[in-house]
């Protein structure tokens, strides 16, 4: 899986969307980091983190088995800069073992770096509501 990164990120937003999902889903959360310019921005945990914060959360989080599928509803590029609109269900292990489910609607802003590689800057993922078990 380390190999994506050593890959070009295509231009086609749905193509990264699922790079994006297959990564997340393989629990590696250095793997998913890296997919972050050094100074992104990451609302997942609910609240904004960036850089070691940031890199700790997802390390965690997918480890515990977080798991994502996900659909650009909307894209917008100038440049290289993107603008996505993702909806997305993610499924998290819940206390008890118990399965929690939750929809939402994601921005995200991705960036091209000077290596002409595609990299998230900013990623704010907002539940429809509550999880739900």
């Not at 380390?2 to 193509?15: F, G, K, M, R």
């Not at 909806?87 to 929690?100: E, H, S």
Request: overall charge negative.
């Amino acid at each position: 899986m380390s190999q994506i990164l050593d890959t070009v990120i295509s231009d086609d937003p749905d193509e990264q969307n699922d790079l994006l999902i297959r990564v997340f889903n393989s629990g590696d959360g250095e793997l998913y980091d890296a997919l972050y310019t050094p100074d992104a921005i990451s609302n997942m945990s609910g609240g904004p983190l960036t850089g070691e914060a940031r890199s700790a959360f997802f390390k965690e989080f997918l480890a515990a088995g977080a798991k994502i599928t996900s659909k650009v509803v909307q894209s917008y590029t100038t440049g290289d800069t993107s603008l996505l609109i993702v909806d997305y269900v993610m499924t998290l292990p819940g206390p008890d073992g118990q399965t929690v489910t939750s929809p939402g609607t994601c921005t995200d802003v991705v960036i091209r770096n000077e290596e002409g590689q595609w990299r998230l800057a900013i990623d704010r993922p907002v539940p429809h509501e509550a999880p739900a078990a």
